[in-house]
Structure formats: C-alpha cells, structure tokens
C-alpha cells in the first residue's frame, strides 16, 4: 500500500540562499496577512498577481510558495467554519517561519550523492543525513527554528510492503499516567523522564536575565538564542525518548490497546497543565499509530469513558469509590490487591481481545465482526488504516 512519508533534513544555506530564504518568509508572511486583512474588513479581495505589480520585491522569491499561502489561509478558514480551530490571526515575526513550495515540472531536485537539495530560485543548499528515498518528492516546507536553524521537511509518496497480522498472541494494554508514563500490562513502567521539570530552574534564571536586557542589545540577542537553545534542547530530548519508547512497544507487541484521553479538557485544569505538555501523550499517540500501520500491527483506542481504573481485571466487579489518589486498592467482591496502573493497563488488553475477538463498534457506526486486523483496515479511509477507536460498552 501506498502511504505519504516525511524527511526532515537540516538544511546548510549559504549567506546568499540563507537570505532569499529569510525574504520567502516576509513575503508568505506579506501575503497571508495582507489577505487576512482584506478578508476582515470586507474589501475586495487582491490577487498574487496585482500585490506583485503593487510590489514589486514580490518576483523575487518562489511564486509557488506565495500561492501556498493563500492555500493556507483557505484552509485556516474552512476549519474554522468547521469549528476545528479559532478564528486565523495575523502572523508574526516571531511565530513559526516557513514556507511551503510544490514540485511541478522538476523544479525541486535532491542529490544524495552530493547532499544537496535544489529548490525553485535557489542555489543548491547542503544537508546532513544518512536516509535515502528513491521515491519523487510531492512537496517541501522550509523551516526556520528560533535558534536560526534551518529545516528542509520532504514529502514524498512510499510503497509500503506490510504483512498482515491475523491473530494476536502478542498484546498489550498501556495506561498512561504522570510519574510513569507508561505502564504495560505485563507490569514494565516506564518513569517519567520529566525534561522541562529538571530543566525548569536553568530556564527561568536564564529568562529573568533576558527580560532586564535592552531591547535591541547585543547582549539581549546572546540571551535569546539561549533561551531558544534550552527550549529546542527540551524538544529533542522529548521527542527522542518518545520515538525510541514507541518503536520498542510496535516492534515488541502484534496488538496495543491505549486510552482516548480527553486531554484538552484536562489541560485547562491550571495544575495538571505543565505536566501534561511536559508528557506529550498526543505525540506519543501519534507515533504510536502511523508505526503501527508500517509494521502491520494494530493499534486499538479504548472509548473514553471506559473505567480501565476502576475495574478488577479478575472478577470484573466496578468500583464506583475509586479516588485519584488511591494508588493501590483492594477488590471488595474477589480480594484482589491491585496496583491501580497495572490494573488498568491489564483491563486495556482485556478490552482488546473483547472488542476484536467478538464485535466491536467503532468512532464512526459500523459493526465490526471477527475479521483479522489488516482486513479491517482496508475498509476504512487511508488515514484510518490500522488505528480504531471504539465506544465504550455499558458497564
């Protein structure tokens, strides 16, 4: 099967490249907004074509890359009449710098004997990378991080060879929490690495510093990319323990079964909301899924109001008087001692085998009957493939 994989290469600009692509910026950024402004105030809409005649440093960077951002803002909007986001704002400086440019007619090239990528109206720019990809890139975004480094993400279309699983001998269910992020139901927990926490005091000593600076000093300059630094630190360290966690359990397990979690409701919670960033468990999620369906396994989303908690696994009896806090509680109907974790991470596999090995009901309505994984997934939509999400039974 076919699916859309991303490259993000570092990209090496010289000074002549480095600043074409700080003016592709202000210009997507110049086009957005202008656009945005027009659309609130009621005016007559301009096109890419008369703000280049209005101004004329316009021509001088990738016409495809200012069309992208009209495209952009199209689709700001149809979300937001969807209701998935707010309503678009002005961009700034100081907000995410990118672009985006489509491949048309050969116009982006990338040689990996040499390591150098070639996009419209720049000179060949250096990156650093051992992967390789013989597959036409579709499109690339150009980044720009706030310690001015900069980011070349490839999209291009792979042939997956996935071999279907059909039984699942090997499962696990993962409860989620705060001082182990992940415990599974064999009883492995793995503890929180807390990156932000540890790093918390560092960082704010550094931002008092910055925040009693000139504006427009040097020396306020040398705080901010120290401030940056730190930050871009915290990321990576997140972001590669959750891709070394995740490629572990989809390397290890044929089936994994995880909670829906409400956690945007959560994160307004102004107690749990710096630990929950902290954790990334969207993220995590996320890797979890799309590793999942290139390995062939399946991955399973519990309904979210499914009492993994407050379940015993042995006698299935619900214990309605479950607080947070009990960590550890006793089965008042079989005697069970459960630590409250593992307990709700053996109810997840259990919830498992239960939905897949009998019916389940998924997030959009249709009855699921006793059909192998990989069968099921090709009746969904692509983007769906291998990831289910099921309604909770009535307990």
């Not at 945005?36 to 005016?43: G, M, P, Q, V």
């Not at 069309?67 to 199209?74: D, E, T």
């Amino acid at each position: 099967m076919k699916r859309i994989k991303a490259y993000k290469f570092r990209v090496y600009p010289s000074k002549a490249s480095e600043s074409l692509l700080n003016k592709t910026f202000g210009c997507c950024r110049l086009i957005y907004n202008t656009m945005l402004y027009e659309i609130k105030n009621k005016n007559p809409r301009s096109t890419e074509k008369q703000l280049k005649d209005q101004l004329p440093f316009l021509k001088e960077v990738d016409s495809i890359a200012l069309q992208q951002s009209r495209i952009n803002l199209q689709t700001a909007f149809k979300n937001f009449k969807e209701k998935r986001t707010n309503y678009p704002i002005f961009k700034s400086r100081k907000s995410q710098q990118s672009f985006r440019t489509v491949a048309t007619n050969g116009n982006i090239k990338i040689d990996f004997s040499n390591n150098t990528l070639k996009l419209p109206k720049l000179n060949p720019i250096k990156f650093k990378d051992d992967r390789t990809f013989t597959s036409p890139i579709r499109q690339v975004t150009v980044s720009k991080n706030r310690k001015n480094q900069y980011f070349a993400s490839m999209l291009v279309e792979e042939e997956i060879f996935v071999q279907p699983i059909e039984d699942f001998k090997n499962t696990t269910g993962i409860d989620m929490g705060f001082s182990q992020i992940v415990t599974l139901s064999d009883s492995i927990q793995v503890p929180n690495p807390k990156y932000l926490r540890n790093l918390e005091n560092r960082l704010k000593k550094i931002q008092r510093k910055f925040s009693k600076t000139k504006k427009s000093s040097k020396g306020r300059e040398k705080l901010r990319l120290k401030v940056a630094t730190l930050h871009i630190k915290i990321t990576n360290c997140r972001k590669d323990f959750l891709h070394k966690l995740s490629t572990l359990i989809t390397k290890k397990f044929d089936g994994i079964c995880v909670e829906n979690l409400d956690i945007k409701g959560m994160l307004k919670n102004r107690r749990l909301a710096k630990s929950l960033q902290d954790l990334a468990w969207s993220k995590f999620v996320t890797m979890l899924e799309y590793k999942a369906l290139w390995a062939g396994k399946t991955l399973l989303k519990a309904g979210r109001f499914f009492p993994s908690s407050k379940l015993c696994h042995r006698c299935n009896h619900k214990n309605t008087d479950l607080k947070l806090s009990d960590r550890v509680w006793t089965c008042p109907k079989c005697g069970t001692s459960h630590d409250r974790d593992i307990n709700a991470a053996i109810n997840l596999k259990n919830y498992f085998h239960n939905t897949l090995g009998t019916r389940g009901i998924y997030a959009g309505g249709d009855d699921v009957g006793l059909k192998p994984a990989m069968v099921i997934a090709s009746q969904l939509p692509a983007s769906n493939a291998v990831v289910f999400e099921t309604r909770s039974p009535s307990l």
